[in-house]
């Protein structure tokens, strides 16, 4: 009997292992980019934090140049329609982020099940080689005590 053990799906974990790998990368850069786009989401809200402060203040001086405070306001309402298609843009890729990391956690469970397989298998087969081997020291053994008494 071999003694080495090898796992008939060897190649096959190999392959789940690289699926796996490629999803977590995959799953990483969609998160990277969800972060990215929240924090242009937050440089945008900011803008308008800006923008309605400066209307303010230019209201609150009591001369107000009518051409200037359109202009501010239609620049006001044109970072706001970014932010509600930062916001939609944001909400598309965390809904691919989220499908990315099903995928790679369905990946992640195909490779751990052919791992605990393996293992098992593994552990068969020590089990086996220890049985044979018990039943050639035994075999030795009793050769040995038969010389012996002879």
């Given amino acids: 009997m071999k003694r080495a053990f090898r ?3 060897a190649r096959v974990e190999r392959v789940r292992g690289l699926l796996e790998e490629t999803a977590r ?11 990215a786009a929240e924090e242009h989401l937050d440089g945008l ?5 800006r923008g309605r402060s400066s209307l303010a203040t230019v209201q609150a001086a009591g001369h107000l140049d009518a051409r200037a405070h359109l202009a501010r306001h239609e620049a006001l309402s044109c970072v706001i329609d970014a932010v ?3 916001e939609a ?3 598309r890729l965390a809904g691919i982020a989220e499908e990315l990391r099903l995928t790679w956690q369905a990946r992640r469970a195909d490779k751990q099940a052919l791992t605990r397989m393996s293992e098992r298998h593994k552990e068969r ?3 086996e ?4 081997e018990l039943a050639e020291l035994d075999e030795i053994a009793i050769q040995r005590a038969a010389r012996n008494s002879s």
């Fill in 7 to 9: 796992f008939k799906l």
């Fill in 25 to 35: 990368a995959e799953f990483s850069a969609a998160i990277a980019a969800v972060h």
């Fill in 45 to 49: 809200r900011a803008e308008v934090l």
């Fill in 84 to 86: 509600v298609t930062a």
């Fill in 89 to 91: 843009e944001r909400a």
């Fill in 125 to 127: 087969h020590q089990a």
């Fill in 129 to 132: 080689v220890a049985k044979v």
